[in-house]
């Protein structure tokens, strides 16, 4: 039987943490704990409010999180404004197992009238997280020194105060008495609001990963994807339609482990022009949504003469979402292709088809399985199975995903894209499954 959880966005401080700190025998409980992804931002950006949701519980937990929150915001006075945060884009239901916990996202805007220091809570929660929204150069949080010795706190008393600390204790913490520099001096000095602008717009794409097998010679194949959004949302939480327009680049390469030089086989180069949305249309409290994606895509393989291979093609790919139970979602996501300019290579089609069939299921914070699927013309099929699990979920602990591929069929490469290639097994590291 399943544990039910409160499905408000308020946390619950639970006994059971004073009850592991003093022995006591209390009942588990499950809570969720708030904050913010950064401490300065100012009046109309976008900041991320986050949510670990942990299950101490004995049973697997279902939770659902609110497609909005509401936040408070204070000022030194005192005086409170009130906003609201939609659910970032991303899985809204997960089944927790016991000792274990699941991670959401609220995108907020901070409000015109928030100016200063802010004490920010969600509404019916008690954390405070601090943010504040001055300017950088006159922020009081991230650019405001800290003068003055380090005191001792611990050895202080409420008669004669907080002593100096021993300078052997602060020197070794690779400090001093003389002062200490603002926040913003450890992230170099100076916040960078045009990095800034292109680290919010950049994101991963296709599947990023390097693997190595093969049959009859060990080979690796590797890709690296990230799209690039190319315009910023006046208001995140409504963009227009020019908002979800993005070029992306993916390269695929094929390479030989096994001769005495360890030459490149052929590298695919794929830069593209594409619209997309995750979720276009999402029915009330129904767990089916749309998403799509249209575009425009180049791939070559930079060679030239009768080693030289490239192609155009527009295509649109509708997304198929069903969130199914446990905390997975099933993905079909077929990818139609017109072609053009293709005098290069005209019988591509005929060995890969004008769709690629794309099946996906993924946990949360767990097992993702990928199947592609191509057919052309007179049984020219090719097949590529991909797992991926994250190795923090291993004695590793550690970032990523352990991967394995398997391909079989035309067009593992653009330079052979007209020949067979037998059955490929390759294992790996992953970093976007």
Known sequence: MTTPIHRTPAARLTTLSLALLLGWNAPAWAGVSYSLDRNHASAGETVLVRAVVFNDTPNALDWTAPPTIVLQW?????????????????????SIPVNNFARFEWRAVVP???????????????????????????????????????LDASKGDTVYGDPIAASDD?????????????????????????FERFRSAISPYEAVYFDVGGHGSRTARFQISLKYRLFTPQDPQNPGFLDNLYVGYTQTSL????????????????????????????????????????????????????????????????EFNYRMGHGSTLTF???VKQYFSDSENPDYRDYVGNVDWKLRWAQDDGLVLTGLYRHG???????Q????????????????????????GYNE?????????????????????
Request: charged share 20%.
């Open 170 to 194: 602060v020197a070794r913490a690779g400090s001093s008495h003389a002062g200490g520099p603002v926040p913003v001096a450890a992230l170099g000095g100076q916040t960078n609001p045009g």
């Open 413 to 433: 490469t653009l330079l052979g894209y007209d020949q067979k290639t037998g059955s490929q097994l390759r294992f790996g590291l992953a970093l976007v499954p």
């Open 74 to 94: 204070r000022n030194e006075r005192g005086e409170a404004i009130r906003s609201i945060a939609r659910l970032h884009f991303g899985a809204a239901e997960a």
């Open 255 to 318: 390479w030989d482990l096994h001769s005495d030089s360890h030459p490149f086989v052929d590298t695919s180069f794929k830069p593209s022009v594409f619209w997309r949305q995750d979720a276009l249309y999402r029915p009330e409290n129904s767990a089916f949504f749309l998403g799509l994606q249209a575009g425009v895509e180049h791939e070559s393989n930079g060679k030239s003469g009768d080693d030289s291979r490239a192609l155009n093609f527009l295509y649109i790919q509708p």
């Open 333 to 335: 996501a077929p990818r």
């Open 385 to 408: 199975l991909e797992a991926a699990w994250p190795l923090k979920r291993t004695f590793l602990n550690m970032n990523g995903y352990f991967h394995v591929q398997y391909f079989k």
């Open 112 to 150: 015109q009238a928030a100016v200063g220091l802010q004490a920010v809570n969600v509404e019916g929660d008690t954390t405070l997280l601090a943010l504040d929204t001055s300017p950088t150069e006159a922020g009081k949080v991230v650019a405001s020194r800290a003068d003055g010795p380090v």
């Open 377 to 383: 013309k007179g049984g020219r099929n090719s097949t």
